[in-house]
């Protein structure tokens, strides 16, 4: 049988009452009876009481009897309805918790709860509700990943069918043909560059993902990834300037992990910068700092940047390609190395982002 706390609430505050009130009229009866036979042995001697005063004394004890029982059953009635109002008003916020997680299991994620006290209950109504705008940001991300997959993808694979139709009808051949093939094949890249960041995000927050930090040299990783960058920088006539001041070049790092952040940042530097513009790198005191002259992130949209699937100038972005996960992942494997990263921008004036290591 299912007994629901607030009836536990209001049997054992009834309870309690009840038994206090039993108790207390029991010890003034006994208190009462044993001062007034105290009294009238003091005064009129143990056997010197008439008979009236025995009889007087009799019905007093039992006018106070009558008394104290009528007294017990008011306070009963009393402790009754006050136990009933204090169990409703102990038991309501834990009944509206109950029907908020259950509404928000059924996928209402913007049910609320009042928060009516600033006590335990009142951290558990602010915990569900935290709980609420985690899941509904969560179904919001999804929602995005949705509508940016299939955005994303759906543009590279409708320009490889229209290409293979047109191939296939004879309608584009000789040095055309080789032009068509070479579109093709950085379209390919494109989806296969795209699902790798999904890939990549999704294994990073697995909960068995683990980072194996050992000595590394970060001055000599990151003139390795300059020399990567190198093509992507001549194709936009970018100079990338890159100063060392640091006094300790090694740390305990994840040594892969750690050139994918580079690679990230390096990337969205490049992506955005205008040609023949500077960017620099600055490696000083466990900081790294990536800055670039680009048209900067307006001021709304830097809260987010590191949100999953989140691209401050969208229409931008869907030229350069991406889904808005590079910059989440570089957040993660920051986060994992217990260090974390910033970014400062200004419209107009470009960007910088600052790794900072633990």
């Given at each position: 049988m299912k007994v629901s706390i607030r009836l536990k609430l209001f049997l054992s505050y009834a309870g309690i009452l009840f038994a206090t009130l039993v108790l207390v009229g029991w010890n003034v009866r006994m208190s009462l009876s044993s001062n007034f036979n105290e009294f009238s042995e003091k005064f009129m001697g143990p056997h010197e009481r008439p008979e009236p005063f025995e009889r007087g004394g009799e019905v007093l004890f039992e006018a106070m009897e009558s008394s104290l029982i009528y007294t017990t059953i008011i306070a009963g009635v009393i402790a009754i309805l006050?136990?009933?109002?204090?169990?409703?008003?102990?038991?309501?916020?834990?009944?509206?918790?109950?029907?908020?997680?259950?509404?928000?299991?059924?996928?209402?994620?913007?049910?609320?709860?009042?928060?009516?006290?600033?006590?335990?209950?009142g951290e558990l109504t602010q915990s569900v509700n935290a709980m609420a705008d985690c899941l509904q940001e969560n179904q919001r991300l999804q929602q995005d990943l949705i509508t940016n997959v299939a955005h994303e993808l759906a543009t590279p694979l409708t320009s490889i069918r229209?290409?293979?139709?047109?191939?296939?009808?004879?309608?584009?051949?000789?040095?055309?043909?080789?032009?068509?093939?070479?579109?093709?094949?950085?379209?390919?890249?494109?989806?296969?560059?795209?699902?790798?960041?999904?890939?990549?995000?999704?294994?990073?927050?697995?909960?068995?993902?683990?980072?194996?930090?050992?000595?590394?040299?970060?001055?000599a990783l990151i003139q390795k990834v300059m020399?990567?960058?190198?093509?992507?920088?001549?194709?936009?006539?970018?100079?990338?300037?890159?100063?060392?001041k640091s006094k300790e070049h090694h740390l305990q790092l994840d040594r892969d992990r750690i050139i994918q952040v580079l690679q990230n940042l390096l990337t969205n530097a490049i992506k955005y910068s205008p040609k023949k513009s500077v960017i620099t790198i600055k490696f000083e005191d466990k900081k790294l700092i990536i800055n670039d002259k680009g048209t900067g992130i307006p001021k709304a949209d830097l809260p987010h940047l590191f949100d999953r699937f989140y691209r401050a100038d969208r229409s931008r972005s869907r030229k350069t390609g991406g889904l808005g996960i590079g910059l989440a992942i570089v957040k993660e494997v920051m986060e994992a190395h217990d260090g974390h990263i910033s970014v400062k921008s200004k419209v107009g004036k470009g960007t910088s982002f600052t790794c900072h290591f633990h």
């Open positions: 006050v136990s009933l109002l204090v169990s409703f008003l102990f038991t309501r916020p834990i009944t509206e918790v109950i029907e908020a997680t259950k509404a928000i299991a059924r996928g209402e994620y913007t049910r609320r709860i009042r928060n009516h006290s600033n006590d335990e209950l229209g290409y293979l139709e047109a191939m296939n009808d004879g309608l584009i051949k000789g040095k055309k043909r080789d032009d068509t093939l070479e579109l093709m094949s950085e379209e390919a890249h494109r989806l296969s560059d795209m699902l790798t960041e999904v890939r990549e995000l999704a294994q990073i927050q697995h909960p068995n993902f683990a980072i194996h930090k050992r000595k590394v040299n970060l001055d020399l990567q960058m190198e093509p992507q920088l001549k194709a936009k006539t970018l100079t990338l300037d890159y100063v060392n």
